[in-house]
């Protein structure tokens, strides 16, 4: 390429090859960017923590006062 470049060559051929060359490195390069990013989203997706369901809070006094009522009995 850089041998076409500094000779000056401005044939039609010469233009078209080195458009077609450049897009498709252009390609290559975006599915190396596009690898990358999915490489880290899942070395990332290891470190998000699972969640349980938190106690529902109106069940939770009832269930003490039920033990306390017992235990006075």
Known sequence: ???MLASGST???TKEHM???ASIQGINDSYLVIVGIGILGLLLSFFIKRVGQAPDPEQEPKVKLKKIIA???
Request: without cysteine.
């Open 19 to 21: 458009t077609m060359e």
């Open 71 to 73: 235990k006075e009995a």
């Open 1 to 3: 390429m850089k041998d």
């Open 11 to 13: 044939q039609n051929g």
